[in-house]
């Protein structure tokens, strides 16, 4: 994993949360890229199943940095590893319950090796469920045909798509930015609005990861909705505030009525002018009282 430099470092983050299950396919599939000049560090954040226990082995195996930590938190986490552990000049993460293909870091350096202009790229996933099969294609970001590199702020902001969870970093824009806040839950979306407003975001058309999808978890999806509310609110002086604000009330509607226990919180958004004007408004509603 560790030979002669020939190109830039990067550093892998595994943040690891009671992923016992996964976590071995996870590290494997990192140890065994195609891109040999890169460090891995795992950060298990207060596991509570034998993630431990396998990450220990594993590490005795694969000889990567091993950190244990009391659970912080996952943008605390990539915070502190980034600041004072990594080495890289690029930066990716993987979650501890998905895994990579075998090419991905190579395929990203190639990418920002070439346009330096641009501080952070993405990819194509794959959708997996528990077992590791591949998900219907409902399940896949939809929006697959929009991704593009470029300027990307207004799509994001407004939430046409969001970019799957295969992202590569400069270590350096990071560092501009002073990193990922403490306690936010979408770090991922408050970072690729920060980004892209003043950059460029690069695009390879190919599926690097393999994201694997929790279908019914209320806990996620609620607290998904509510980070990307706090994150916006912070953009609430911008021309597209108003815009961005009626998209998330949709998406909340959209989400909330897939599931009973949220029926109620969709309740003040039965009877919004904005939103009872869009389409998705009439098939949530069809969802909402089905599941009642």
């Known amino acids: ?6 190109h830039p470092l990067v550093s892998v983050i595994v943040p690891s949360y009671n992923h016992e299950k996964y976590i071995t396919q996870c590290i494997e599939s990192i140890v065994n890229q195609s891109f040999s000049n890169f460090e891995l560090i795992v ?5 509570t199943d034998n993630s431990r226990k396998i990450l ?9 940095k091993l950190i244990l930590q009391e659970n912080k938190g996952l943008s605390s986490t990539l915070t502190d590893v980034i600041k004072n552990v990594s080495s890289g000049q690029y930066i990716a993460m993987c979650a501890s319950d998905d895994y990579w293909s075998y090419n991905k870091i190579e395929e990203q350096v190639r ?3 070439g346009n330096k202009d641009h501080p952070m ?3 194509k996933c794959h959708y997996i469920d528990e077992k590791s099969i591949k998900l219907p294609e409902k399940f896949h970001y939809l929006t697959e045909e929009k991704f593009r590199t470029g300027y990307l702020f207004e799509d ?5 798509y969001h970019l799957p969870v295969s992202y590569m970093f400069t270590r350096k824009i990071l560092e501009e930015l002073n990193f990922f806040p403490e306690n936010i839950y979408c770090e991922d979306f408050y970072m690729n609005l920060k980004i892209s407003e003043n950059y460029p975001i690069g695009y ?9 999808f929790e279908i019914n ?5 609620k607290a998904i909705i509510s980070s990307q509310k706090e994150i916006l609110d912070s953009y609430n002086t911008h021309k597209l505030y108003q815009t961005a604000l009626k998209k998330w009330k949709i998406r909340v509607l959209n989400t909330y009525s897939n599931y009973p226990q949220l029926k109620l919180k969709c309740i003040p958004y039965l009877f919004d002018i904005e939103v009872v004007n869009s389409k998705s408004y009439w098939k949530s509603l069809v969802k909402l009282i089905i599941k009642w």
């Open 1 to 6: 994993m560790y030979r002669e430099i020939k």
């Open 43 to 47: 950060v298990d954040d207060g596991s």
């Open 111 to 113: 990418f920002l090796e």
């Open 121 to 123: 790229c993405f990819s």
């Open 56 to 64: 220990s082995k594993l590490k005795l195996q694969y000889g990567f």
């Open 204 to 212: 390879i058309d190919k599926y690097l990861v393999y994201y694997r």
């Open 217 to 221: 978890s209320v806990k996620k999806n």
């Open 156 to 160: 994001i902001f407004l939430m046409n």
